[in-house]
């Protein structure tokens, strides 16, 4: 398995600009999570989604983000419009939660590092 | 909600030395424990995880501790080598599914 894949992995935009970063899971994993990271504020969680269905968008810092899942093998979340304090490296994980026993396991992508000029 | 505590912030050693990390949460229903290294420009990576049902674990020159009672749980490593300079994150699972982590630890070893 190629493990999980994020595109692009750097992307350099201006303010205002429209951004989408995308996310394809490990195949089979039920659970998918985007993290943003900073140093100022660490590892946060965005969103999650079980099953396609996001669970809990309470880590989006405002209305200028969003995140789909329109089905299982691919996942995006977008900021319109960008800001520079956007600016961090966007993780997505996922995990695939029983397997006959508890799996707990969360794989991380590559990363996005966004700036924002 | 979980939160995590994680000290120090950075940590220096010279090779050969040990080095421990702690961690502390606050929700006891937590049951998993997961340790992640993530290398400078990489993705986070597990490298050792507990459950709530055991009080060591080990794995060559690492282990985790966890004390319940006391609501802490800690990575050690033995024998440091460079190429165990990286960060360090802690995480706490309890009742939901999504672990919460520790802000991370800067672990630099010296040759």
């Known amino acids: 398995d190629a493990g999980v894949i994020q595109s692009p992995r750097h992307e350099v935009t201006e303010m205002g600009q429209e951004v989408t970063l995308r996310c394809k899971p490990i195949?089979?994993?039920?659970?998918l999570f985007w993290y943003r990271q900073t140093m100022m504020r660490g590892l946060e969680l965005l969103i999650y989604?079980?099953?396609?269905?996001?669970?809990?968008d309470s880590g989006m810092p405002e209305d200028r983000f969003s995140a789909k899942m329109p089905n299982a093998s691919f996942s995006t979340l977008k900021i319109q419009p960008s800001e520079p304090r956007d600016s961090a490296v966007y993780f997505c994980?996922?995990?695939?939660?029983?397997?006959?026993?508890?799996?707990?396991?969360?794989?991380f992508g590559p990363g996005t590092r966004l700036l924002v000029l | 909600g979980e939160n995590v505590e994680q000290h120090p912030s950075t940590l220096s050693v010279q090779e050969g030395d040990s080095a421990v990390i702690k961690c502390t949460y606050s929700d006891s229903a937590s049951n998993y424990f997961p340790w992640y290294k993530q290398e400078l420009g990489k993705r986070p990576q597990l490298i050792i995880d507990?459950?709530?049902?055991?009080g060591e674990k080990k794995d060559q020159r690492i282990a985790v501790t966890l004390n319940k009672t006391a609501k802490h749980f800690s990575l050690h490593i033995t024998e440091t080598q460079p190429e165990d300079s990286a960060v360090y994150f802690c995480a706490a699972k309890g009742g939901s599914y999504i672990p919460t982590f520790g802000r991370g630890t800067s672990l630099i070893v010296h040759p």
């Open positions: 994980a996922s995990s695939l939660a029983w397997d006959g026993r508890f799996q707990e396991t969360q794989y």
């Open positions: 195949s089979g994993h039920d659970y």
């Open positions: 989604f079980n099953n396609n269905v996001p669970i809990d």
């Open positions: 507990i459950r709530s049902n055991v």
